[in-house]
């Protein structure tokens, strides 16, 4: 079975800290990806990354970066948070090179509280 | 801008009865898949359904695609307390990358 696994399920921080979301997998994936989920509004998307040291910019990229120095590693970073950032944050994996097509395969989601 | 849209928002139904779910979408796709997800969980691939196919059966979940219509219904039978979640369906658009999600069906089974 794949799995990916988040670094933490809750977290809390402050206004301007820089947080650091680690996601990893265990299949050898190509493609990664992190999501933000907020009442009302579903999954959004905020990157992905379709192999080590690549990375495209999803729909809402903004107070956000990346960083995939490994295959299986993937990670988010808020680079001063802010309280609008307080939400449910999922990395997701699938195995497709080039194209994020076919099935992706989900962490258990950081729920993340800016103060 | 959100591509697929599930219908209802949400859905409580008595254990046993069969839920059924759409979704609509606004361009072409290359496929189209169910998700649940468990109250602050992560989510579950279901069942993926191609822009060829018109019907997908999985166990006790029944997807059909109607292209033309740009729509798509999920139907859980004889459903159970266990399939209490919210189920979103997610599009591949024709020639680009990455998921785009709707907001979901809340579900809810009454014993």
């Known amino acids: 079975d794949v799995k990916v696994t988040q670094s933490s399920r809750y977290l809390v921080k402050r206004t301007g800290e820089k947080v650091f979301l680690e996601c990893v997998q265990d299949m050898d994936h190509e493609n990664m990806f992190w999501y933000r989920q907020d009442p009302g509004l579903g999954l959004r998307l905020i990157y992905f990354?379709?192999?080590?040291?690549?990375?495209e910019k999803g729909d809402i990229p903004e107070g956000y970066s990346v960083s995939r120095e490994k295959k299986e590693r993937f990670s988010l970073i808020l680079e001063s948070a802010s309280t609008n950032q307080t939400s449910m944050y999922l990395c997701?994996?699938?195995?497709?090179?080039?194209?994020?097509?076919?099935?992706?395969?989900f962490g258990p989601g950081t729920r993340l509280l800016v103060l | 801008s959100q591509q697929g849209e599930e219908d209802p928002q949400a859905l409580s139904i008595q254990e046993g009865e069969n839920a059924t779910m759409n979704c609509s979408y606004k361009t072409s796709i290359n496929n189209l898949q169910w998700y649940r997800q468990n109250s602050g969980r992560g989510l579950v691939h279901l069942i993926l359904?191609?822009?060829?196919?018109r019907e997908k059966h999985s166990g006790r979940l029944r997807v059909t695609l109607d292209t033309s219509k740009k729509s798509s219904s999920l139907l859980i039978t004889a459903s159970r307390a266990a399939d209490t979640a919210s189920y979103f369906c997610a599009t591949v658009l024709s020639g680009a990358d990455g998921l785009t999600f709707g907001k979901g069906t809340h579900l809810i089974i009454q014993p």
């Open positions: 359904i191609r822009s060829n196919e």
């Open positions: 990354s379709y192999d080590v040291k690549m990375k």
């Open positions: 997701a994996s699938s195995a497709y090179r080039g194209r994020g097509k076919e099935t992706q395969y």
